[in-house]
């Protein structure tokens, strides 16, 4: 009988993509674990692989088709000894067939390390963390989500997938844990299927004038339209969100830093070098930015009751100090994620921003690689911008923007010297972190900007 393919959800809150790219072509033969498209989110583009063995029989949905559905059905193949002129005809439908969720897994495309150096604008939000779908929906049961291998592989062995834990990246549920769960018989049977929930919608943008509105204020031909993208959607829509729920308040610190660009320069004089196909090359070179990062991370962990989430019944406390830093890439933003940065070295953190900048521009990072995190940092201070704001990344209840060092008088010892100085501006979550507690962890912060030794040991 028919396999149908559907679209894959590739993160927890992912409800549609762009199918960019067919790897194949109706008459290939596939197999298990094959390359067969490239689907691309709001921020990334990701590999899909085949489940079953087969013919591709009909490619449903054209390359290059934008907003498809999760779920929706993109192609159809022919089981082995089935007729593919037969299969294509007859495949398909509402329900997937039996085998269908063939889309498994996806994985993140292959590319060279590397990442963000940018000081966005303002703060690229981060996904906010979106209700799960429906167990029917095939995009969300249990605690988390699952993949489609694991789906299939439970609806053949009559497990109630809702009932295995899942071990993969945020709760997912995979192949490995259904097998534990058959050997162990710890699922039940999996009940009749019943009518689903529709998945929760993403949150809706605020209606402004109408489109020919707009443009009839503008002379015909004085003007060209750039469609909304995926990306631009997301961050327009994460943006309203924030704005619209989070009382923000704002705290600014001046931060004298002449200590930490000395111990920078000497850090980096002092570097080792590594052999490469270019030459030799210093291991690692600081950059002010890998400071903030650190800095931020361990203010987090003098501060604990500052490193929060907001939910509706509770605050979540983080136990480390997750830290998200704004990168620029071509028309849009994001946020990637330097995870448990209070216990990494500033050179590790340095590689580790550097790698992920890189794969953001080249939208290769995974979705557990930009989604969450419990604070963020913006840096402006290489276009010369003294000071600014920054919107909040939910569910994040923190943010600090940083603008350039500039060389002020300063008060030192009584007597007036010129020093360096970098205005730091953070905005708080006022129902997670109250004014006290926020200028408490700015403070915190600023220790660590003026004594940056602290941060070495």
Same mark, same amino acid.
């Given at each position: 009988m028919p396999i149908n393919i559907t679209?894959?959800?590739?993160?927890?809150?992912?409800?549609?993509?762009?199918?960019?790219?067919?790897?194949?072509?109706?008459?290939?033969?596939?197999?298990? &674990?094959?390359?067969?498209?490239?689907?691309?989110?709001?921020?990334?583009?990701?590999?899909?692989?085949?489940?079953?063995?087969?013919?591709?029989?009909?490619?449903?949905?054209?390359?290059?088709?934008?907003?498809?559905?999760?779920?929706?059905? =993109?192609? =159809?193949?022919a089981a082995d000894g089935e007729d593919v002129s037969a299969a294509a005809s007859s495949g398909g439908g509402a329900a997937p067939a039996s085998k269908a969720e063939a889309a498994p897994a996806p994985k993140a495309e292959a590319a060279p390390a590397a990442k963000t150096a940018e000081p966005a604008p303002a703060a690229a939000p981060a996904p906010s963390a979106a209700a799960p779908a429906s167990a029917g929906s095939g995009t969300g049961v249990g605690n988390g989500f699952s993949s489609p291998l694991a789906r299939r592989l439970a609806k053949e062995a009559g497990l109630d997938i809702s009932a295995v834990s899942g071990s993969g990246p945020h709760g997912r549920v995979i192949k490995a844990d259904i097998e534990k769960a058959i050997a162990s018989g710890g699922a039940k049977a999996a009940p009749a299927a019943a009518p689903q929930a529709a998945?929760?919608?993403?949150?809706?943008?605020?209606? &402004?004038?109408?489109?020919?509105?707009?443009?009839?204020?503008?002379?015909?031909?004085?003007?060209e339209l750039l469609p909304h993208d995926g990306m631009r959607k997301t961050i327009a829509s994460r943006l309203t969100e924030s704005s619209q729920t989070v009382p923000s308040y704002f705290i600014s610190m001046d931060c004298e830093i002449d200590a930490l660009l000395k111990l920078r320069g000497e850090i980096n004089a002092s570097a080792p070098v590594k052999k490469t196909e270019k030459g030799e090359v210093p291991a690692f070179k600081l950059s002010v930015n890998d400071f903030i990062i650190k800095a931020m991370a361990l203010a987090l962990r003098d501060v604990p009751m500052a490193n929060a989430s907001w939910t509706?019944?509770?605050?979540?406390?983080?136990?480390?100090?997750?830290?998200?830093?704004?990168?620029? =890439?071509?028309?849009?933003?994001?946020?990637?994620?330097?995870?448990?940065?209070?216990?990494?070295?500033?050179?590790?953190?340095?590689?580790?921003?550097?790698?992920?900048a890189k794969r953001a521009r080249d939208k290769k990072l995974k979705p557990e690689e930009y989604q969450g995190g419990t604070t963020s940092v913006s840096n402006l201070g290489m276009f010369g911008v003294s000071n600014f704001t920054s919107i909040i990344n939910l569910p994040q209840a923190s943010i600090v923007s940083i603008g350039a060092g500039v060389e002020k008088p300063v008060v030192r010892g009584g007597? =007036?010297?010129?020093?360096?100085?970098?205005?730091?501006?953070?905005?708080?979550?006022?129902?997670?972190?109250?004014g006290a507690l926020g200028a408490e962890l700015a403070s915190a912060f600023k220790r660590y900007i003026e004594n940056p030794m602290a941060m070495l040991v």
């Amino acid at each position: 009988m028919p396999i149908n393919i559907t679209m894959p959800a590739l993160s927890p809150t992912m409800e549609e993509g762009n199918l960019s790219k067919w790897l194949v072509k109706e008459g290939d033969k596939v197999k298990s &674990g094959d390359v067969i498209a490239e689907i691309e989110t709001d921020k990334a583009t990701m590999e899909v692989e085949a489940v079953d063995e087969g013919t591709v029989a009909k490619l449903v949905v054209p390359a290059g088709t934008e907003a498809v559905k999760v779920n929706a059905l =993109i192609a =159809i193949l022919a089981a082995d000894g089935e007729d593919v002129s037969a299969a294509a005809s007859s495949g398909g439908g509402a329900a997937p067939a039996s085998k269908a969720e063939a889309a498994p897994a996806p994985k993140a495309e292959a590319a060279p390390a590397a990442k963000t150096a940018e000081p966005a604008p303002a703060a690229a939000p981060a996904p906010s963390a979106a209700a799960p779908a429906s167990a029917g929906s095939g995009t969300g049961v249990g605690n988390g989500f699952s993949s489609p291998l694991a789906r299939r592989l439970a609806k053949e062995a009559g497990l109630d997938i809702s009932a295995v834990s899942g071990s993969g990246p945020h709760g997912r549920v995979i192949k490995a844990d259904i097998e534990k769960a058959i050997a162990s018989g710890g699922a039940k049977a999996a009940p009749a299927a019943a009518p689903q929930a529709a998945a929760a919608p993403a949150p809706a943008l605020a209606k &402004g004038p109408a489109d020919d509105t707009v443009l009839k204020l503008f002379p015909e031909g004085s003007y060209e339209l750039l469609p909304h993208d995926g990306m631009r959607k997301t961050i327009a829509s994460r943006l309203t969100e924030s704005s619209q729920t989070v009382p923000s308040y704002f705290i600014s610190m001046d931060c004298e830093i002449d200590a930490l660009l000395k111990l920078r320069g000497e850090i980096n004089a002092s570097a080792p070098v590594k052999k490469t196909e270019k030459g030799e090359v210093p291991a690692f070179k600081l950059s002010v930015n890998d400071f903030i990062i650190k800095a931020m991370a361990l203010a987090l962990r003098d501060v604990p009751m500052a490193n929060a989430s907001w939910t509706s019944t509770a605050r979540v406390l983080h136990k480390n100090a997750d830290v998200g830093v704004a990168v620029s =890439i071509p028309d849009g933003l994001i946020t990637p994620i330097v995870r448990k940065a209070e216990t990494k070295t500033l050179s590790v953190i340095s590689n580790e921003v550097k790698d992920l900048a890189k794969r953001a521009r080249d939208k290769k990072l995974k979705p557990e690689e930009y989604q969450g995190g419990t604070t963020s940092v913006s840096n402006l201070g290489m276009f010369g911008v003294s000071n600014f704001t920054s919107i909040i990344n939910l569910p994040q209840a923190s943010i600090v923007s940083i603008g350039a060092g500039v060389e002020k008088p300063v008060v030192r010892g009584g007597k =007036i010297e010129v020093g360096t100085v970098m205005t730091a501006t953070f905005a708080f979550d006022h129902r997670v972190i109250d004014g006290a507690l926020g200028a408490e962890l700015a403070s915190a912060f600023k220790r660590y900007i003026e004594n940056p030794m602290a941060m070495l040991v």
